[in-house]
């Protein structure tokens, strides 16, 4: 069971998309690769001693600094945004405690779902300028692309991959209680 502080009022919590952020970095050659997805929905459902997350990323949606990478990224050797149009989260017990956010789900990527452990922090509620409770949810978690059949690599002279297949999803939030 959670452990869920009375600082944090039950109900439902939705992101606010324009102040939220879902992205992803992987080393790639010399350095990190970032992309974000500009389409994504979560609630975070308190009641209780219990928490519930549940969220949703458009694979169109992915947002790379060059057109032609985002087509390569929703193409059958990425995401298959075809066959495959969302990337998909969901926690049944979550823990809250002290800020603190330890939180085993599963991921579904490409259609296949597997375990995660996502850490994190979690902010105070505060009220905005608008009377709307929110909350602030930051989120790390490792994927290993591979196990979803994200296969795509180019290797290099040297024989070594170019591109890692250990990826870090980063998810920066805001969330509003729902009235």
Do not use: C
């Amino acid at each position: 069971m959670s452990t869920i502080e009375t600082r944090i009022p039950a109900g439902t919590w939705n992101v606010d998309p324009v102040h939220s952020t879902v992205g992803f970095e992987v080393d790639y050659l010399a350095g990190s690769f970032h992309g974000t997805f500009r389409d994504v929905e979560l609630r975070l459902e308190i009641a209780d001693e219990s928490a519930r997350i549940e969220g949703t990323a458009r694979v169109q949606s992915v947002d790379v600094k060059d057109e032609n990478l985002a087509a390569h990224l929703q193409s059958p050797e990425f995401f298959d945004a075809e066959r495959h149009p969302e990337l998909r989260f969901v926690a049944e017990d979550v823990d809250l405690d002290t800020g603190t956010v330890q939180v085993p789900g599963e991921i579904t990527i490409k259609g296949v779902t597997k375990p995660i452990q996502v850490t994190g922090t979690l902010t105070e509620p505060i009220q905005d300028a608008w009377g709307n409770d929110r909350l602030g949810l930051q989120l790390t978690a490792k994927v290993d692309r591979t196990d979803f059949g994200l296969d795509w690599n180019m290797p290099l002279p040297t024989g070594d991959p170019a591109l890692s297949s250990e990826v870090t999803v980063v998810s920066e939030l805001q969330l509003v209680k729902a009235a």
